[in-house]
């Protein structure tokens, strides 16, 4: 296969995470016979300093005919002045919207070579593999907004809004997943006080039924869910939600695992590249040391592979090289505890190696 991946390495750890994610995406290309066109871009706080602009226009053309788009992370404290003009995530929100990625997908899963680094009990928190399914491009993030004065000094407000459409298409990509999974989908909302969740639940209910009669279907408050996901993290596998819920409640999630560092996520929509991603930032504390963890940007290329281009035995062989590296008791500081641990450099090294 021929298919380029548009690399955007962003600010911080980014570039050096991006590094031993393309490292290893050679490795597969070489070993499966492949032709990755790997072209990098600028994309936040660098874009703003060398473009003032955090998405330039180059930027997005290059990704509007890539076949993928592998992101390192955008942001820092240097553009970090809230009267700047604009800031890093901005490019971010804007290529979101510009390629259409309404659902953004983030497996959360336990490694037991780690469950002592998870902040819940052991077993509470072992066998956790979930998947959420994230809506993206709508709700109260993109709602009309606005402030005004008021007797005791201004008011602002923020619309959450959600079309018949936006519900459907995002359930479905959740429901699908869910029939290559375990078969079970939980949609999270908030019916008891807000329309907007009335009109989520009536949609998503319909489209399960009428669509994915086979599937074991639950609807679940968020104010519930974020306590389930604490005290019985193992009885969900796909959960579907809107922009604001799933904003927190997949936070909340990264938590379970132990660390942000082994992490990866996808946004895609109904055509065009996907864009994958770690969950985490671009961790400018530890930027330029060899210190990051690169397992999550090699795992969102893994996802990658999988989800854009089909390539599911090149995807496999990626998580369990990444999966044995861990059981062989390899760190990087961040999951290392008090024990050893090797830079990030190295732990590209030793991927890439395995991969051999
Ligand atoms: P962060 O995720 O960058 O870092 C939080 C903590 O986790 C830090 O101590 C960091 O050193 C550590 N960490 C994160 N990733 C790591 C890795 N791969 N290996 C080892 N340790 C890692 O979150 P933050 O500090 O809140 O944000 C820093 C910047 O990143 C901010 O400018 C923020 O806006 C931005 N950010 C960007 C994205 C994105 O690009 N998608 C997401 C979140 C935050």
Not at 22 to 46: C, D, S, W
Not at 303 to 332: F, P, W, Y
Request: hydrophobic letters at 40%; a negative charge.
């Amino acid at each position: 296969m021929k298919a380029t991946i548009a690399l955007l390495p962003g600010d911080g750890i980014g570039p050096e995470i991006v590094t031993q994610a393309r490292r290893v995406l050679e490795k597969v290309a070489q070993n499966y016979g492949h032709t990755f066109e790997m072209p990098e871009f600028p994309i936040g706080g660098n874009a703003i300093d060398s473009f003032g602009n955090p998405l330039p226009d180059q930027t997005l053309e290059a990704c509007r005919k890539a076949d993928a788009i592998l992101l390192g992370a955008v942001g820092g404290p240097k553009w970090d002045d809230p009267s700047a003009k604009t800031r890093p995530e901005a490019g971010l929100l804007r290529i979101r919207k510009e390629l259409g990625l309404f659902a953004n997908l983030r497996p959360t899963k336990t490694w037991d070579e780690l469950l002592d680094a998870s902040p819940l009990k052991r077993e509470i928190v072992g066998g956790t593999d979930i998947l959420f399914v994230r809506e993206l491009t709508g709700g109260i993030y993109f709602g009309e907004s606005g402030r005004q004065a008021h007797q005791s000094g201004e008011q602002a407000w923020n619309t959450m809004i959600y079309s018949t459409g936006e519900i459907e298409r995002v359930v479905r990509v959740a429901a699908d997943a869910a029939r290559k999974r375990r078969g079970k989908l939980t949609s999270v909302d908030k019916a008891n006080v807000l329309e907007v969740s009335r009109l989520w639940r009536q949609v998503a209910q319909r489209v399960v039924s009428t669509e994915y009669p086979d599937l074991q279907y639950n609807v679940v408050l968020v104010d519930a869910m974020a306590m389930h996901l604490i005290s019985k993290p193992r009885e969900f596998d796909v959960v579907v939600t809107g922009n604001l819920f799933g904003d927190i409640l997949t936070d909340e999630a990264s938590m379970l695992p132990g660390s942000l560092g082994l992490l990866p996520s996808a946004s895609i929509g109904s055509s065009g590249p996907g864009l994958f991603e770690p969950i985490h930032g671009s961790a400018p504390d530890i930027a330029g040391q060899n210190l990051a963890n690169p397992l999550a940007t090699i795992l969102a290329a893994a996802m990658l592979l999988r989800q854009s281009l089909n390539l599911t035995a090149e995807a496999d062989s990626i998580e369990a090289v990444v999966g044995s590296v861990l059981k062989d008791g390899h760190r990087t500081k961040d999951i290392a505890g008090s024990g050893s641990w090797i830079g990030t450099r190295e732990m590209g090294d030793l991927i890439v190696n395995r991969l051999s």
